[in-house]
C-alpha cells in the first residue's frame, strides 16, 4: 500500500501562560510567563514553578473527577470548538502522550493511564482503542509521530494526540534529587544556564489525511536512542544528530529549507550543550532556535504536543519567538540561539525532544501554502 500523506488540522494548548494557542503565544511574544514558588526538599529550597494559579484551577476542575481527567477533558472541547465541530469522528484513534501523569494517584484503579485514556475515549465518542505514549520527556513528539506513522499506513483515517502532565510532588522531588532546577528562572541556550523550571500543562493536536483546511504536513519523523545514560544525555549529542538526519532525509529536506527549529531546551547544562552540538553537526548554524520551556517550563511527556502547537503557531503567525534571558550563547556548539523577535516566512519547522535513557526525536512539518 501507497503511504498516504499526512496532515495536522488543528492545535490547541491549556497552560498556566493562557488558555488556548492564541492566547499563550501573545504572552510569549510579549516576554511574560506564568509562574509561583514551589517550597522543595527536605530545606524546604524555593524554587520557580510554571503552574496553573487557583483561579485557572477553578475553571478547569469538574466536582468528582480527577484534575488530570478535567485537563484532558477541557483541552478536547477547546480543540473541538476551535474546529467547528461538535464532536469527533467515531473513527479517531485516541493517542494519550504523558510522563507521570497523575502518579500521586496511580495506586487507584480509576487513575492507571491506560484507564485514563479508555475513558476519555469513551466520553469522546471515539471507538479505536486508545494508545498511551510514556517515553519519559520525548512522549509528546514519540505520540504524534505514532499517529502519522498509523495515517500514513493506513492503520487509522484520523487521530486525536493529546499530551499532559501535572506538577506534583513526586515529579519535584525526583528533578531536586537530580539537582536540575534552577532557583531562579530558566535561562535556556545561556552560558550561565544551571537548571530547568518545571511546569504542567496540556495540549491536543489533530491529524487526518485531508490537505484542505490543513494547517501542515507531517514530512519526516524518526528517533533513536544513544544509550548514554539513564538520565545523562550523550556529550557528543550523535544520538539526536542521527534522529534529526533521519527525519530530514525522510521529509527529503535539507537543512537549509528550514525555517525554525524547536528544541528541547530545558536549560540544564548537558542538554543544552549537547542539543548545540548535534545541531551544529547538522548544519543547522543558522537557523533560529526557541526553547520554548523558558515560558511553559519543563511540562515533561506533554512538552512536545505543546511545542509543537506553538510551531503550527510560528507557521501562521510567520514570527519566532526569541529565546528570554539569553545574554552570552557560549554552548559548545554554535547554533542561533540570541536572535531577536523575528518576522519572516515560515515554512518549515524541525522539532525535536530529547529525554531519559537516551532517548531521542524529531519531526519536520511543512505549512500547507
Given at each position: 500500500m501507497k503511504a498516504r500523506n499526512t496532515y495536522i488540522r488543528s492545535a490547541e494548548v491549556l497552560l498556566p501562560l493562557g488558555a488556548g494557542?492564541?492566547?499563550?503565544f501573545d504572552a510569549m511574544e510579549a516576554g511574560r510567563c506564568t509562574w509561583e514558588y514551589r517550597n522543595v526538599g527536605p530545606e524546604g529550597r524555593r524554587f520557580p514553578c510554571m503552574a496553573f494559579t487557583r483561579e485557572q484551577k477553578k475553571a478547569?476542575?469538574?466536582?468528582?473527577?480527577?484534575?488530570?481527567?478535567?485537563?484532558?477533558?477541557?483541552?478536547?472541547?477547546?480543540?473541538?470548538?476551535?474546529?467547528?465541530?461538535?464532536?469527533?469522528?467515531?473513527?479517531?484513534?485516541?493517542?494519550?502522550?504523558?510522563?507521570?501523569?497523575?502518579?500521586e494517584a496511580l495506586e487507584l484503579p480509576s487513575r492507571q493511564l491506560w484507564h485514563t485514556a479508555a475513558k476519555l475515549a469513551q466520553q469522546l465518542g471515539l471507538a479505536p482503542e486508545p494508545i498511551v505514549v510514556s517515553s519519559a520527556c520525548i512522549s509528546g513528539v514519540s505520540g504524534v509521530t505514532l499517529a502519522a506513522q498509523y495515517i500514513r499506513r493506513g492503520v487509522c483515517e484520523r487521530a486525536l494526540v493529546l499530551g499532559a502532565d501535572l506538577l506534583t510532588d513526586f515529579v519535584l522531588s525526583g528533578f531536586y534529587s537530580f539537582k536540575a532546577m534552577s532557583a531562579e528562572l530558566c535561562r535556556p541556550y545561556d552560558a550561565s544556564r544551571d537548571g530547568l523550571n518545571l511546569g504542567e500543562g496540556a495540549a491536543a493536536i489533530y491529524l487526518d489525511t485531508q490537505r484542505e483546511g490543513a494547517l501542515a504536513?507531517?514530512?519526516?519523523?524518526?528517533?533513536?536512542n544513544d544509550a548514554n545514560h539513564i538520565s545523562g544525555p550523550s556529550r557528543t549529542g550523535e544520538g539526536l544528530a542521527i534522529a534529526v538526519r533521519n527525519a530530514l532525509q525522510q521529509a527529503r529536506t535539507g537543512m537549509e529549507q528550514i525555517d525554525f527549529i524547536s528544541?528541547?531546551?530545558?536549560?540544564?547544562?548537558?542538554?543544552?550543550?549537547?542539543?548545540?552540538?548535534?545541531?551544529?553537526s547538522c548544519a543547522a548554524g543558522t537557523v533560529?532556535?526557541?526553547?520554548?520551556?523558558?515560558?511553559?517550563?519543563?511540562?515533561?511527556?506533554?512538552?512536545?504536543?505543546?511545542?509543537?502547537?506553538?510551531?503550527?503557531?510560528?507557521?501562521?503567525?510567520?514570527?519566532?519567538?526569541?529565546?528570554?534571558?539569553?545574554?552570552?550563547p557560549?554552548?559548545?556548539?554554535s547554533i542561533y540561539v540570541d536572535h531577536p523577535l523575528t518576522e519572516k516566512p515560515v515554512n518549515k519547522v524541525l522539532k525535536t525532544a530529547s529525554g531519559f535513557g537516551g532517548c531521542n526525536a524529531a519531526i519536520v512539518i511543512g505549512k500547507i501554502c
Open positions: 494557542l492564541d492566547a499563550a478547569i476542575e469538574k466536582e468528582g473527577v480527577s484534575f488530570l481527567d478535567a485537563l484532558l477533558a477541557k483541552v478536547s472541547q477547546m480543540l473541538l470548538r476551535k474546529m467547528e465541530c461538535s464532536s469527533f469522528p467515531p473513527d479517531t484513534l485516541l493517542v494519550f502522550c504523558t510522563t507521570k501523569a497523575d502518579i504536513e507531517v514530512l519526516g519523523y524518526a528517533q533513536s528544541a528541547h531546551g530545558t536549560a540544564t547544562p548537558y542538554n543544552d550543550e549537547m542539543e548545540s552540538l548535534a545541531l551544529e533560529p532556535v526557541t526553547g520554548f520551556k523558558a515560558f511553559t517550563g519543563h511540562t515533561l511527556g506533554a512538552a512536545g504536543v505543546i511545542e509543537l502547537a506553538f510551531c503550527l503557531e510560528t507557521m501562521r503567525r510567520n514570527r519566532i519567538i526569541p529565546n528570554p534571558r539569553v545574554k552570552d557560549d554552548l559548545g556548539g
